[in-house]
C-alpha cells in the first residue's frame, strides 16, 4: 500500500532539488543566528531580543540573514551603530531585494540598525537612553547598561559568527562628510587579517583607503571594527554620507561596494570593480574647540577641500554671539569631516583632515 505522506515527502525534496540545484550535493546547511535559523536558499528577516534590565524597556536589532545554496564564507554589514546615519540604513534595504540566495555562496548577515534606540530618537552618536555611543562600547557587557547591552549581542551574537564584517556608517547628522571613504586596521589582527582587510577596502571601490594604526587590546577595541579584528576577523569601515540626507549619491556606492566586495569574496557572480588608484591616508589631524558654544564654519571652506596648515576654518562663538576662538587647521591635507551645525561641546572635534602623502 503506498503512503501518501511519504509520497508528499519525496515529491517536496524532488521539488527543493529542482529549485535549488546544488543545495543537497553541497552539503549546506542551515544557518542559525540566535533564534533565527535560514535553510539553504533562503533569506529570513527577524531580530535579535535586548532583554529589559534596570528599569529600561530593551531594545532589539532588526536583521536579515540571507543563506546561500553554496558554502562559502559569512560576511556581517552592520548599519545603524550610529541612528542618525541614514545613507548606511537605506543601503541596507536597497540591498535585501539584491541578494538572491539562490545565486550567492555563504551567507550574507544585514544588521539593518544597531541602535533602534537611537534611530527611533533621532539622535546623533548617543543612545538616548543611557547618553553612550554605541561605537565606544564594544566588547559590550550583558549587565550593563542598554548600549552595552547592545553592544554584547553584537559581540557574541552577530561578530563571533562573521569570517567578514564591514562596520558601514556616513557622517551623523551635524558632520559634513566628503569624499566617501573606507579604512582598515594597517597594523592590528596578524598579517591574514590587515591583508584579507586591504583587499576588502580596495574591492569596495572607493578611492580614500584610511589605514588606521596601532594594535588592538580584545577588551578594549571599543569600535564595532576593531571588536571584529581583535577576534580575528577581517573587516573594513565605510563612510558614506552626510548631515542625515539620504542622497542616491551617497547610498549608492554603498550597495556597488558591498556587491564588488561580494564578488570578490567568491560569493556573488560576476567580477569586482575595486579601486585602481587607491590614496591610502596614514595619518589624521584633529581641531577641536575648547569652549562650549555656537560654532560657524567660514563659508568658503567646505569638507573634501585641500586645505593648509594655519588655514581659517570658522569661529567659536559664546551663547550671546561674542567670539570665543578662531579654528584653524592644525596641518596641510585633504577634510574629511568638517562640523556642519552650530552646537559645539567643549572637546568635540570640529575638523579631521587627512595628511595626504
Request: charged fraction near 20%; charge should be negative.
Amino acid at each position: 500500500m503506498r503512503n501518501p505522506a511519504g509520497t508528499r515527502a519525496a515529491w517536496l525534496a524532488a521539488a527543493l532539488a529542482l529549485l535549488l540545484p546544488g543545495a543537497q550535493a553541497s552539503g549546506q546547511e542551515a544557518f542559525r543566528l540566535g533564534g533565527i535559523t535560514v535553510e539553504p536558499g533562503s533569506a529570513v528577516s527577524g531580530r535579535l531580543d535586548v532583554a529589559p534590565l534596570g528599569g529600561d524597556a530593551g531594545t532589539f536589532i532588526p536583521l536579515t540573514v540571507v543563506h546561500g545554496v553554496r558554502p562559502g564564507p559569512v560576511l556581517t554589514l552592520v548599519a545603524g551603530i550610529h541612528g542618525s546615519e541614514y545613507a548606511p540604513i537605506l543601503a541596507m534595504q536597497r540591498l535585501r531585494p539584491l541578494l538572491d540566495p539562490a545565486e550567492i555562496a555563504g551567507t550574507v548577515v544585514l544588521v539593518h540598525m544597531a541602535n533602534l534606540p537611537a534611530f527611533l530618537g533621532r539622535t546623533i552618536y548617543f543612545s538616548p537612553d543611557d547618553r553612550k555611543n554605541l561605537n565606544r562600547s564594544f566588547p559590550g557587557n550583558p549587565d550593563g547598561t542598554l548600549t552595552e547591552r547592545v553592544a554584547h549581542v553584537l559581540t557574541e551574537e552577530v561578530i563571533d559568527r562573521s569570517d567578514y564584517l564591514m562596520d558601514i556608517h556616513s557622517g551623523d547628522g551635524n558632520e559634513w562628510l566628503r569624499p566617501s571613504y573606507t579604512g582598515y586596521y594597517a597594523e592590528a589582527g596578524g598579517a591574514e587579517v590587515i591583508e584579507k582587510s586591504r583587499r576588502m577596502a580596495i574591492a569596495f571601490g572607493l578611492d580614500p583607503i584610511v589605514e588606521f594604526r596601532g594594535d588592538l587590546d580584545p577588551a578594549r577595541a571599543i569600535w564595532c571594527g576593531s571588536a571584529a579584528v581583535a577576534r580575528g576577523i577581517p573587516s573594513i569601515d565605510v563612510e558614506s554620507g552626510e548631515m542625515g540626507l539620504i542622497e542616491d549619491r551617497r547610498i549608492d556606492p554603498i550597495v556597488d561596494g558591498v556587491l564588488s566586495v561580494m564578488r570578490d569574496l567568491g560569493m556573488a557572480p560576476g567580477e569586482p570593480a575595486p579601486t585602481e588608484n587607491p590614496l591610502f591616508i596614514r595619518e589624521r589631524a584633529y581641531a577641536t574647540s575648547e569652549h562650549d558654544g555656537v560654532w560657524e564654519p567660514d563659508p568658503l571652506v567646505e569638507a573634501g577641500q585641500y586645505v593648509t596648515e594655519g588655514a581659517r576654518l570658522g569661529l567659536v562663538r559664546d551663547f550671546h554671539g561674542n567670539p570665543l576662538a578662531e579654528i584653524r587647521a592644525p596641518a596641510d591635507g585633504m577634510m574629511l569631516i568638517l562640523l556642519g551645525t552650530p552646537p559645539v561641546n567643549r572637546g568635540e572635534t570640529i575638523a579631521v583632515i587627512a595628511r595626504v602623502e
